[in-house]
């Protein structure tokens, strides 16, 4: 028996175990770099230490956790909507504090689609809420849409978003100005009609 499979093991493909040996070089690299900006967060070399594991293997556990938590539906939308809007919150905080202006306009493209996106969702939600793993997809698109490797929503705004609002940017601008007309002439009738009861008021008085 010992004999067979050390045989086994002497016919394996060279190929095989150097694409093995080659992939596992590089989830160590990767994994060396993602602890290197990890340490530099104040907590997570101490929670590391304590649990006796490296910050990357911390990372991954609490995205697992994560993935896990909302793949069986618990919180999704709160999840969602707390990773879609404070990591590009503060990055959009950063990026209006530094001279550069291709991260604002990184975030700024990003909060029209999520603003899109989010009033899609409004008409499409009944529909989407009963597929399993909703939230899961959304949590992904999320990610894919604001993270540096992908800019998803540069993405999108550049082939879908954008030419749609060129083309209807001068009656989605008269229709503003038409509600703005509406609201102001509404608002001084309000004044007119609320000065006048109070003049009322008073002489009655």
Known sequence: MTNN??????????????????????????????????????????????????????????VFILVLIVSMGYAGA???????????????????????????????????VYAIFNILEVFIDIILFWMPFYYLFKLCFLFWLFLPQTTGAVTLYNNIFRPLLIRFEKKIDNTIENVLDVSNSARLVAQRYSKKLLEGSEKIE
């Open 5 to 62: 499979w050390r045989m086994l093991n002497s016919n394996k493909n060279p190929e095989s175990l150097s694409v093995f040996s080659g992939l596992s070089i590089d989830f160590e690299a990767y994994c060396k770099e993602i602890d290197s900006k990890l340490v530099n967060i104040s907590w997570i070399k101490p929670a590391s230490e304590s649990l006796g594991c490296r910050p990357c293997y911390l990372m991954f556990g609490a």
């Open 78 to 112: 709160l999840i969602c909507n707390l990773v879609g809007f404070i990591y590009p919150a503060y990055m959009s905080f950063k990026a209006l504090e530094t001279p550069g202006k291709l991260d604002d306009k990184q975030w700024l493209t990003y909060w029209v």
